[in-house]
């Protein structure tokens, strides 16, 4: 069984910021991608940002310039440093990863429990 587990939402004020911690546990071979996304009250789910194994990144527009994501392949762990945080970016923030567990000989697909942002104004 493969879990994620984030830690490090929290509220904060507007132009703050916060850093996420994703780190996966369990019986894993290895794990290709890893990203956050997030979802707002009456919104649908949104990629915030991505990593893959070997470093290559990829950020939602809104983000760009004021988020980092960042992985420790040696921990599991990926991270995501949010700076100059606005009220837009208040969401429930989960971490997603595609694992190839030990047991399996295919890759599958893992959400964290979800954090909350909260950036007051």
């Known amino acids: 069984q493969v879990q994620l587990v984030e830690s490090g939402g929290g509220l904060v004020q507007a132009g703050g910021s916060l850093s996420l911690s994703c780190a996966a546990s369990?019986?894993?071979?290895?794990?290709?991608?890893m990203g956050w996304y997030r979802q707002a009250p009456g919104k649908q789910r949104e990629l915030v940002a991505s990593?893959?194994?070997?470093?290559?990144?990829n950020y939602a527009t809104s983000v760009k310039g004021r988020f980092t994501i960042s992985r420790d392949n040696a921990k599991n762990t990926v991270y995501l440093q949010m700076n100059s945080l606005k009220p837009e970016d208040t969401a429930v923030y989960y971490c997603?990863?595609?694992?190839?567990?030990?047991?399996?000989?295919?890759?599958?697909?893992?959400w964290g429990q979800g954090t909350q942002v909260t950036v007051s104004s």
């Open positions: 990593i893959t194994r070997s470093g290559s990144t």
């Open positions: 997603n990863a595609e694992v190839l567990p030990t047991a399996i000989l295919r890759s599958l697909v893992y």
């Open positions: 369990g019986s894993i071979s290895s794990i290709n991608y």
